[in-house]
């Protein structure tokens, strides 16, 4: 028998090991939010009587039997400065399919994209992803490595838009960009040293599909990144200090970017 080629190995393993991942979901808006989405594979739910009350209705649908837990010694196995409210659920990640699924789903106006390049802070990703559910974006893409995983801090601070708007990892951010760029995409990355604002830069082509690309707070896009996407652009800023947390740029770049 013919010997499997490293990377087929490879690629089999991490499909092997994604299978046997969990999260643990913390929060009662998270665990709520978790319970009644169907396409959420549920493991464990740890509950207070206190949580077990006020997440009743949500607990009895979901069709999951409680652990009632001492809030002095909640089992759930969470980092001890998680703010959990008496409340934690072990769940699979979700999956949400190829990119192109993703990304040529049916929704409002024109499509529109955020793809992260090494943005790893889970707080600001769960920011990203509550304003991509506002604002109507069809998918937030970033790098499997070097990004935020689905964890219990990203699911609570996205508010429940983790289990409604798409969240996917790919391999190489680069080839990703390619590939939405071959379905009509404009990939438009955000730097501060760019000459064209988004708005400028979409002038007479706000039908068009649209990804926008924004790196980590520091190093910003990775050279190869910035090559791959079809512009650079900017947002405009007025104060002598013209810098804004990945997270909100996320939000202005992509309300800028909307059909008018």
């Keep these: 028998m013919a010997k499997k080629p490293r990377w087929v ?5 991490a499909k092997r090991a994604a299978g046997d991942e969990t999260v643990w979901l913390f929060g009662l808006h998270a665990v709520r939010d978790a319970l009644g989405n169907p396409r959420r594979e549920k493991l464990r739910l740890v509950v207070t009587k206190n949580a077990a009350d006020k997440l009743a209705e949500a607990i009895e649908a979901a069709g999951i039997a409680p652990e009632i837990a001492d809030p002095r010694r909640f089992p759930a196995p969470l980092d001890p400065n998680s703010v959990h409210q008496g409340a934690a659920l072990e769940v699979r990640p979700l999956d949400w399919g190829s990119l192109a699924d993703v990304c040529l789903r049916d929704g ?3 499509p ?8 790893t802070d889970p707080h600001n990703v769960g920011a990203i992803l509550r304003s991509a559910e506002v604002f109507g974006a069809r998918a ?3 790098p499997r490595h070097h990004s935020a995983p689905e964890t219990g801090a990203l699911a609570k601070t996205a508010s429940g838009a983790l289990e409604r708007q798409p969240y996917l990892r790919v391999r190489n951010l680069a080839e990703a960009i390619a590939e939405v760029q071959a379905m ?3 990939a438009l990355g955000l730097d501060g040293e760019a000459e064209a604002t988004v708005e400028t830069a979409l002038e ?6 649209v990804a926008l690309v924004l790196g980590a707070e520091g190093p910003g896009l990775r050279q190869k990144t910035r090559e791959t996407c079809d512009r650079l652009v900017k947002i405009p800023f007025f104060g002598a200090f013209g810098s804004l947390n990945v997270s ?3 939000a ?6 909307l059909e008018r």
Excluded: C, H, T, W
């Design 9 to 13: 190995i490879e690629k089999e393993q």
């Design 108 to 110: 409002p106006g024109a």
């Design 112 to 119: 529109r994209l955020l793809m992260l390049d090494r943005v």
């Design 140 to 142: 937030v893409i970033a």
């Design 184 to 186: 009509g995409f404009l």
């Design 204 to 209: 007479g082509m706000r039908d068009r599909p």
């Design 248 to 250: 909100n740029a996320a």
């Design 252 to 257: 202005v770049a992509l309300y800028a970017s």
